[in-house]
T-cell receptor, first 115, second 115 residues
Framework: DTEVTQTPKHLVMGMTNKKSLKCEQH?????MYWYKQKAKKPPELMFV???????INESVPSRFSPECPNSSLLNLHLHALQPEDSALYLC??????????????FGPGTRLTVL | AQSVAQPEDQVNVAEGNPLTVKCTYS??????LFWYVQYPNRGLQFLLK??????LVKGSYGFEAEFNKSQTSFHLKKPSALVSDSALYFC?????????????FGKGTTLSVSS
């Protein structure tokens, strides 16, 4: 089973709202990722968690706050977003964070619209 | 610096014909190469990867890719295209000389298969 699940599928929020995106995998992977993707563009890496610790933050604005409560779960907390943050947010996981040959498996994404 | 190029924004083929989606890469160390497919409003699905060994890699849904070290290419191929293959395809690379696990994605190629 190579499934990564994400909830919700769609999210509409105002600029003053606080919301959270959730991601879950049960493949025993120890690395989890958040990506942002604009239409017809490649995914852009936001954060990497390795063994539940944040290992990479690609200079993401503080209005995005990641959290990894355990090895199977990854959250992305959203606050005071801007309309330009509207995008597809993808979660991915891989066996380890340092393995060059490890495949990243992606979830279906959350389509976020900021009004 | 590591990079991936997908020289074609769009590839059009007729159903039943062979298809090729091109990818070239630039890395300083050993390349680890991946192909992903993305259907509309969905996450990325892993198709295949090249790590080492046989230059012809077979993957999901009848796709295969040929690693060519001298031409630094990793083109995706399928002998007989299906309408259902119409999607956005991403090539990605990791550099064996770089620490960490970041995937470098190409810009993507839209494949359109006509009936």
């Amino acid at each position: 089973d190579t499934e990564v699940t994400q909830t919700p599928k769609h999210l509409v929020m105002g600029m003053t709202n606080k919301k959270s995106l959730k991601c879950e995998q049960h493949m025993g992977h120890r690395a989890m990722y958040w990506y942002k993707q604009k239409a017809k563009k490649p995914p852009e890496l936001m954060f990497v968690y390795s063994y539940e610790k944040l290992s990479i933050n690609e200079s993401v604005p503080s209005r995005f706050s990641p959290e990894c409560p355990n090895s199977s779960l990854l959250n992305l907390h959203l606050h005071a977003l801007q309309p330009e943050d509207s995008a597809l947010y993808l979660c991915a996981s891989s066996l380890s964070a340092g393995g060059h040959t490890d495949t990243q498996y992606f979830g279906p994404g959350t389509r976020l619209t900021v009004l | 610096a590591q990079s991936v190029a997908q020289p074609e924004d769009q590839v059009n083929v007729a159903e039943g014909n062979p298809l090729t989606v091109k990818c070239t890469y630039s890395v300083s160390g050993n390349p680890y190469l991946f192909w992903y497919v993305q259907y509309p409003n969905r996450g990325l699905q892993f198709l295949l990867k090249y790590i080492t060994g046989d230059n012809l890699v077979k993957g999901s849904y009848g796709f295969e890719a040929e690693f060519n070290k001298s031409q630094t290419s990793f083109h995706l191929k399928k002998p007989s295209a299906l309408v259902s293959d119409s999607a956005l395809y991403f090539c990605a690379v990791r550099d064996g000389n770089q620490a960490g696990t970041a995937l470098i994605f190409g810009k993507g190629t839209t494949l359109s298969v006509s009936s």
